[in-house]
């Protein structure tokens, strides 16, 4: 089905018909996206847990949502639909996602250019319910954005602290 020919149906609605099948599986909704392609439409669910997510909760989670009738209605039938974990490099769907991860490093992008530029990587010391604050990496400065002028806010994991955390050569 073309794009043109989708319902209009927002991110919510998904989001109603999604996250039950979700949560009977024991499992938390952390974002969805929809994709618009050319030949098909990508349905993009990202989900994760209290506990550790794997790759049968993945699959558990697709079969089931396979049986939406209400997505099919509004993406059509020939759809790809993807359920996987946000991964070490998350994406925040939502400001109340950043409260579990104040001292972490993000990468930012705004919709608009705000200071000169749209891109910014810095440590978060603080978020509310509608603004983040971040602590510069390049220069140290403070800058608060409100989540709404976010077109992307990523976690930016040390690698290198990571690995040695999880290292078992020594």
């Known amino acids: 089905m073309p794009f043109f020919c989708i319902k209009?149906?927002?991110i919510d609605d998904f989001k109603n018909i999604i996250e039950p099948v979700i949560n009977r599986n024991n499992c938390l909704l952390w974002g969805i996206e929809i994709l618009r392609g050319k030949k098909k439409n990508t349905l993009r669910v990202f989900?994760?847990?209290n506990n550790n997510v794997d790759i049968n909760d993945c699959e558990s989670i697709s079969r089931d949502l396979n049986y939406e009738p209400q997505i099919d209605l509004n993406l059509g039938e020939d759809y790809i639909l993807e359920v996987s974990t946000p991964g070490i490099d998350r994406k925040f769907f939502d400001i109340k996602q950043l409260k579990d991860y104040v001292g972490q490093e993000l990468d930012i992008k705004t919709k608009s250019i705000y200071e000169g530029r749209r891109k910014f990587i810095g440590k978060l010391i603080?978020?509310?319910d509608s603004k983040l604050a971040i602590v510069m990496s390049d220069?140290?400065?403070e800058i608060i954005f409100k989540f709404s002028?976010?077109?992307l806010c990523r976690l930016k994991p040390d690698y290198n602290n990571l690995l040695?955390?999880?290292s078992y050569g020594e």
């Open 139 to 141: 220069n140290s400065e």
């Open 149 to 151: 002028d976010i077109d």
């Open 164 to 166: 040695k955390e999880y």
């Open 47 to 49: 989900i994760d847990s």
């Open 8 to 10: 209009n149906m927002n």
């Open 126 to 128: 603080e978020s509310d």
